[in-house]
């Protein structure tokens, strides 16, 4: 069971943002969707995210370099949604790797995952 308010700050695409929003705000979740590294950072720092989703897309340039900050400084629960992620230098034990999404509904299942082992590491 994933925890109630969840908050997800999603570095991607404009429409998968949006739908990831729609798809599940019965279910409690903040999506946050910044529109540059600067916008990432902060939101980072104020909203908290539970998970941070960065998806590998040539609409988001910014995105190495958020991943790079949050990388750079432990950030836990990070989705990398890349077919390449050894060039993102994806070896950091708290980044989880997935294969580009060809659908919403897998990033969202990605995300489920993720509270939810998060959720069971606070209640242990």
């Known amino acids: 069971m994933t925890k109630q308010n969840s908050v997800i700050l999603y570095v991607g695409s404009d429409n998968n943002a949006q739908t990831i929003q729609d798809q599940t ?23 908290y995210p539970d998970v941070v989703v960065i998806e590998d897309s040539s609409s988001v340039e910014f995105a190495r370099d958020v991943y ?13 949604f890349s077919d390449r992620p050894q060039t993102w230098g994806a070896h950091d034990m708290d980044v989880r790797v997935a294969h580009s999404a060809t659908d919403v509904a897998d990033i969202i299942a990605e995300v489920r995952l993720v509270l939810c082992k998060d959720s069971m590491q606070l209640t242990v």
Do not use: C, Q, R
């Open 25 to 47: 705000l019965v279910d409690g979740w903040m999506v946050y969707h910044p529109e540059d590294m600067e916008d990432a950072l902060a939101m980072h720092i104020f909203e």
């Open 68 to 80: 790079g900050h949050l990388t750079s400084i432990h950030a836990k629960n990070i989705i990398l």
